[in-house]
């Protein structure tokens, strides 16, 4: 039988929930809320109920799943609420502006029983499943280095994103996602993270972040947002032991390099702009492999499959709260690192 969900906030990404469930085969959408009546007005002009207060939500013993879809200030409150009134509660990225939030948050979901889960619907992107791939192949060995890059051109949109009592600024909106991708890239222990924004188009938040995550492995991560870049950098770029692999933009495939053998017998010189060299000469299909993998395939609809079965107790949930803690521990060492002219923050994993 579908669970009966409930979107708290009928913006864009609550339009996208509710959307999707329209169209699940796990839940129902039995309806929306709204603080704006604008947004409730819409909702009932495409015929989906709504309820007259966050109150009716909870009294509602049909509704079983809430997700809260709210600006990131005011997640705390409807996520407690909902647990303590016997909800299963989803809540969108990032969770919590604190940690101490966040932890009330689970505090109450093992009060009240209930699952307590985030979004962390980019686990499903095509390319960053590409790279997940790849690794896990082993074809080209172990991971080095990746580098996970989203560039834009207009700026931060100019609502709730854009200021900083909302919960704004890129590190919170997108190094969410980029963050949480890594670590399933990369699993070894964080030794340090250092991180410096960027206020090209805003003083108010930072809209953009080169941040670098080094692994006590000696592994590195590179993540940068960049919202004014007219020209985009490649999507993910990974050196492994045995190659290189480039995903350009998510619609295209990965591109891998292998290298068959190190050494050439002769390696031919190669002239430049102002001399010639040796260490820089290509490589040609005597040592090299190269190739294209294909995108693999996804299904966004297999969040809320997992959600049901991890309810009904079939299987455990994807996204777990420790990996939930842990990536908003890196993003706010990449605020402390950042407020300290860029300095390393030493990672302390069991804090």
């Not at 604008?38 to 799943?65: M, P, Q, T, W």
């Not at 430049?272 to 490589?283: E, S």
């Not at 959600?307 to 996204?319: F, M, N, R, T």
């Amino acid at each position: 039988m579908k669970k009966n969900v409930v979107v708290v906030g009928y913006g864009g990404q609550g339009g996208w929930h509710a959307d999707h469930a329209l169209k699940s085969d796990v839940v129902s959408l039995k309806g929306i809320y709204d603080i704006r009546e604008v947004r409730n007005e819409l909702a009932r002009s495409k015929g989906i109920f709504v309820y007259d207060s966050f109150e009716a939500v909870l009294a509602d013993k049909d509704v079983d799943i809430v997700v809260c879809a709210t600006p990131n200030d005011v997640h705390e409150d409807i996520v407690v609420r909902s647990l303590l009134s016997g909800k299963n509660v989803v809540c969108e990225k990032p969770v919590a502006l604190t940690l101490d939030s966040f932890d009330r948050m689970v505090a109450a979901a093992k009060e009240s029983g209930m699952l307590f889960t985030v979004h962390q619907n980019r686990r499903w992107d095509v390319d960053f499943l590409g790279m997940k791939k790849i690794i896990e192949s082993g074809d080209i060995g172990e991971v080095i280095n990746v580098e996970s890059r989203i560039h834009g051109s207009r700026g931060i949109p100019s609502d709730w994103r854009a200021l900083k009592p909302y919960g704004g600024g890129m590190i919170l909106d997108w190094g969410v996602h980029l963050i949480d991708q890594m670590l399933f890239l990369i699993t070894s222990e964080i030794d340090t993270v250092t991180c410096n924004c960027t206020n090209i188009t805003t003083n108010e938040v930072d809209d953009g972040f080169k941040l670098m995550i080094k692994f006590k492995d000696g592994k590195t991560a590179f993540i940068e947002v960049g919202t004014y870049n007219f020209i985009a950098l490649p999507r993910f770029y990974m050196q492994c032991k045995s190659g290189t692999a480039i995903i350009t933009d998510w619609r295209e495939k990965s591109k891998v390099v292998k290298c068959k053998a190190w050494h050439e017998s002769d390696v031919v010189p190669v002239q430049t702009a102002a001399g010639i060299t040796k260490t820089m000469a290509p490589r040609d299909e005597v040592t090299t492999d190269t190739y294209e993998v294909d995108r693999p395939l996804s299904d966004v609809h297999d969040f809320y499959r997992n959600l049901v079965k991890a309810i009904d107790g079939i299987e455990p949930q994807l996204v777990t709260h420790a990996q939930v803690r842990r990536v908003l521990k890196v993003m706010f060492a990449a605020f402390e690192s950042n407020d300290n002219g860029g300095m390393p923050i030493k990672f302390n994993e069991e804090a």
